[in-house]
Every structure is written in C-alpha cells, then in structure tokens.
C-alpha cells in the first residue's frame, strides 16, 4: 500500500514539475517525465505513463496557432519518417531490457542537455531541407522508439529551419504529437502497455496540465533563459547518472 502511494505521488508531482518546464520553456515534459521516472521505474513503465499527458499537452500546443496546414505540408516527410523509425526500433523499448534502454536513455538526455547549453544555433538552407528532413525523422524515430525521448535530433533541427518564434513552437507541437503517436503505436503493436499504466496514464493529465499553467504564470515572473539553464544543467546530472548506472 506505501510503496502504491508513493508511486502514485511520484507520478503526480514528476508531471507537475514536467509541466511547469513545459510551461515556461514551450517543451520539455516528455523529456523530463523520461528522465526522473526512468531513474525510478523501467524505461518501458515510464514511456507508457508518459503517451496520454504528452499527447494532451502537444496537441493543444499544436493547434494554438493558425498555420497547422502549412507546417504539415512543409514537414510531413520528417513526420513519416519519424513514425517509420519509432515503428522500426519500438522492439527495443518494449524488449524489457531495463539496463540497456536506462543507458541509452540517459546518454540521449546527456547529448541533448550538452548540446542545448553549450552548441551554437545551426542553420539549414532550404535546399538542403528536402534531404534533411526525411534523414532527421528518421534517426528521431529511432530514438524514440528506442528510449521514448523524442527530442533528439528532431528540437535542433526545427530550431534550424528559421521559424518564427510562434511557428517553431507550433512545429515543436507537431513533431512531439507525432512522435507520441507513433510511440503509443510501436508499445501496443509489441503489447508493452498493461491497462494499469494506460490507467495511470490518463490521471497523469491533471498534474500536467496544472503544472503548465503554473508555468505559464511563473514565465512571466523570471528569466526563461536562466530558468532553461537550470533545467538543463539538472537533465544533463540525471542523464549522467542513468547513463552510468550500467556499468555499476
């Protein structure tokens, strides 16, 4: 019974905090959820607790803004590949292999801490769009098929394509509700889902949706940079640790 009510607050109070980040920064709640459930259950048991309240929040950032249409013409070959590359490598996420996926999970929130705090904005010519995006989608799929975080190398990449500040936050929307999508698809295809998690899953969307609207207050009363520095500096510890907790 404690070790219920423990993992039920555990839950509640990590989709809070991941929906404050959320709400302050305009993404991070997968990312977040991933890292401090993975450190405290499988990875396969915190992806599925993760697809409803990262479902719910992405598409309502997706659809707060007016070009949907003209994002999705523009980018649907990243969001094929990315469903194609999430189905392909869903097998190792669902393969229960806890100390194999915990690594890679903290590797990816590793290189993604890193690379956001310390990498300079890249920038990619529309020429080289029509490759790019396909290729991008793809290795994002199977990074997230592999460790059910789905923003590496997909948040870099949008940030490089020269959005305006409301459309790279809708495209963000986007890739995160396809990459969730085609997650919940590559569990349920390998039946990796029990209906206690899918339970769990759907009262995880209170705290979240709580937390992001504590963030958008709290946006408004400090700096997002530092705010974003701070979060990051913590996912790249947590990373760090889940990474080599393998070789302990």
Same mark, same amino acid.
């Given at each position: 019974?404690?070790?219920?009510?423990?993992?039920?607050?555990?839950?509640?109070?990590?989709?809070?905090?991941?929906?404050?980040?959320?709400?302050?920064?305009?993404?991070?709640?997968?990312?977040?959820?991933?890292?401090?459930?993975?450190?405290?259950?499988?990875?396969?048991?915190?992806?599925?607790?993760?697809?409803?309240?990262?479902?719910?929040?992405?598409?309502?950032?997706?659809?707060?803004?007016?070009?949907?249409?003209?994002?999705?013409?523009?980018?649907?070959?990243?969001?094929?590949?990315?469903?194609?590359?999430?189905?392909?490598?869903?097998?190792?996420?669902?393969? /229960?292999?806890?100390?194999?996926?915990?690594?890679?999970?903290? &590797? %990816?929130? +590793? !290189?993604? @801490?890193?690379?956001? *705090?310390? $990498?300079?904005?890249?920038?990619?010519?529309?020429?080289?769009?029509?490759?790019?995006?396909?290729?991008? /989608?793809?290795?994002?799929?199977?990074?997230?098929?592999?460790? &059910? %975080?789905? +923003? !590496?190398? @997909?948040?870099?990449? *949008?940030? $490089?394509?020269?959005?305006?500040?409301?459309?790279?936050?809708?495209?963000?929307?986007?890739?995160?509700?396809?990459?969730?999508?085609?997650?919940?698809?590559?569990?349920?295809?390998?039946?990796?889902?029990?209906?206690?998690?899918? *339970?769990?899953?759907?009262?995880?969307?209170?705290?979240?949706?709580?937390?992001?609207?504590?963030?958008?207050?709290?946006?408004?009363?400090?700096?997002?940079?530092?705010?974003?520095?701070?979060?990051?500096?913590?996912?790249?510890?947590?990373? *760090?640790?889940?990474?080599?907790?393998?070789?302990?």
């Amino acid at each position: 019974m404690e070790q219920t009510v423990f993992l039920v607050a555990a839950v509640a109070t990590t989709f809070f905090l991941a929906g404050i980040v959320k709400g302050v920064t305009g993404m991070g709640l997968p990312t977040v959820a991933m890292g401090v459930l993975g450190a405290l259950l499988s990875p396969l048991t915190a992806a599925a607790l993760l697809l409803l309240p990262s479902f719910i929040t992405n598409v309502w950032q997706l659809v707060s803004g007016p070009h949907v249409m003209a994002l999705l013409r523009r980018l649907w070959p990243m969001m094929a590949t990315i469903m194609i590359g999430t189905l392909a490598s869903s097998a190792l996420l669902a393969g /229960g292999d806890t100390r194999l996926t915990t690594s890679l999970l903290g &590797g %990816v929130l +590793v !290189i993604y @801490a890193s690379y956001t *705090l310390l $990498a300079r904005p890249l920038r990619v010519s529309t020429g080289s769009e029509r490759w790019a995006s396909p290729l991008i /989608g793809l290795i994002t799929g199977i990074v997230t098929g592999g460790t &059910g %975080v789905f +923003v !590496i190398p @997909a948040v870099p990449y *949008l940030q $490089a394509l020269g959005f305006e500040k409301d459309d790279l936050v809708q495209a963000l929307g986007l890739s995160f509700t396809v990459s969730t999508i085609a997650l919940a698809a590559g569990l349920l295809w390998h039946g990796a889902v029990p209906k206690g998690d899918m *339970l769990m899953s759907t009262l995880a969307i209170i705290p979240a949706l709580l937390g992001m609207a504590a963030g958008q207050l709290i946006r408004a009363r400090i700096s997002p940079p530092v705010f974003r520095r701070v979060f990051l500096v913590g996912l790249l510890l947590l990373g *760090l640790e889940m990474a080599l907790r393998v070789v302990r």
